[in-house]
């Protein structure tokens, strides 16, 4: 068991009732985060995706969570105002089973990171973007066990590793650092 702590807590809260698909909060992002910043955008590359599929009459913006080395074995599976969606449509991961929330070029997964870049922002981007108040930003203190989290580059490294092997990716570096 890890050591406790305070953390501040931030959840975006999604009103669905308020969503109407205009997709800003994906073009914001991707800008967002794009190298260098707004030089570009492509909902693709974006950390929350709008799912309206199968029925488009209900507009659901997903965030990107945590990269899944693996596809899971069990299956969310939503009832929307009486209309059953297909088994993961609103899942969160970057998995094997789908390209959601993978970088379209790279294949690397992508996971909201609240914004939290240089230079700060009062609010998430997509929250600011939102003209139609669907999305909500709150912050609370709670007391948590300390975790450690895996830096950006290991997650991205494990995905390499994941799809291409250990070998393949040591051999390649050596090859790039004869190269240098
Ligand atoms: S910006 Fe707001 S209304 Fe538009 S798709 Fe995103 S969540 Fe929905
Ligand atoms: S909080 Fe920031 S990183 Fe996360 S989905 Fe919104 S714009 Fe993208």
């Given at each position: 068991m890890g050591e406790k702590k305070k953390k501040i807590v931030k959840t975006i809260k999604v009103d669905l009732d308020k969503c109407?698909?205009?997709?800003a909060c994906e073009v914001v992002c991707s800008a967002f985060h794009a190298a260098p910043k707004y030089s570009s955008n492509n909902p693709a590359r974006s950390r929350i995706r709008v799912i309206h599929e199968p029925l488009k009459d209900v507009y659901v913006p997903v965030y990107a969570g945590e990269y899944a080395k693996a596809e899971c074995m069990g299956r969310d599976k939503y009832v929307i105002d009486g209309k059953e969606y297909d088994e993961?449509?609103?899942?969160?991961a970057s998995c094997?089973?789908?390209?959601?929330?993978?970088?379209?070029?790279?294949a690397l997964p992508l996971e909201c990171d609240?914004?939290?870049?240089?230079?700060?922002?009062?609010?998430p981007l997509c929250v600011q973007w939102c003209l139609n108040d669907a999305l909500t930003y709150e912050e609370r203190e709670e007391e948590v066990e300390e975790e450690v989290k895996q830096e950006d580059v290991e997650v991205g490294l494990q995905s390499m590793v994941d799809k291409y092997g250990l070998e393949k990716i040591i051999d390649t570096v050596a090859r790039m650092s004869h190269k240098g």
């Open positions: 109407n698909g205009c997709r993961g449509s609103f899942c969160r094997p089973s789908r390209d959601l929330f993978k970088e379209p070029d790279s609240m914004c939290e870049d240089d230079p700060p922002q009062k609010e």
